[in-house]
């Protein structure tokens, strides 16, 4: 199942980011796609405020440290693979272990190694024309995730 939901303005994408951050549950993975400056930061950013981290903590994109950690009302691991090779270079930064013990993870630009972050992700992907993402779910736990965003 694939749901869209069109984000004409940031107001939307906060919306969205509140629901979701309403769903999500230690463990879960979400991967976040598109092109350059389609709002996948930005869809983070709100996301991590939604689930509790403070506007006097900076949220910026993890593309050169790779990975940022936050405590929230969920322990989260915001990472950005776009400059990551292989599945080797993601298994050394740690996040699958980081999963297993509970975090969930947002990741930029990981669909490509989405067997390495654990599998059962809801992937979403974001466009510049129109301004909307795409939300899929690769497994039972992230199917639930998206059942809750489509009612």
Same mark, same amino acid.
């Given at each position: 199942m694939k749901v869209v939901v069109a984000l004409p303005t940031r107001s939307a994408t906060i919306r969205l980011a509140r629901r979701l951050a309403a769903l999500l549950a230690p463990g879960d993975l979400v991967l976040l796609e598109g092109?350059?400056?389609?709002?996948?930061?930005?869809?983070?950013?709100?996301?991590l405020r939604a689930?509790?981290?403070?506007?006097?903590?900076? *949220?910026? #994109?993890?593309?050169?440290?790779?990975?940022? /950690?936050?405590?929230?009302?969920?322990? *989260? !691991?915001? /990472?950005?693979?776009?400059?990551?090779? $292989?599945?080797?270079?993601v298994d050394e930064l740690g996040l699958l272990a980081a999963r297993d013990a509970g975090?969930?993870?947002?990741?930029?630009?990981?669909? &490509?190694?989405? !067997?390495e972050l654990g599998g059962d992700a809801l992937t979403a992907t974001l466009s510049l024309?129109? &301004?909307? *993402?795409?939300?899929?779910? #690769?497994?039972? &736990? #992230? $199917?639930?995730?998206?059942?809750?965003? #489509? $009612?």
């Open positions: 092109p350059l400056g389609a709002g996948k930061t930005y869809l983070a950013r709100a996301l689930l509790g981290v403070g506007r006097d903590t900076r *949220v910026t #994109s993890p593309t050169f440290a790779l990975v940022h /950690a936050y405590a929230a009302r969920l322990d *989260v !691991r915001h /990472a950005d693979l776009y400059r990551v090779a $292989s599945g080797h270079e975090a969930a993870l947002l990741v930029e630009w990981g669909a &490509r190694f989405a !067997r024309e129109p &301004r909307a *993402v795409a939300l899929g779910a #690769s497994g039972d &736990r #992230s $199917s639930l995730v998206l059942a809750g965003l #489509s $009612s």
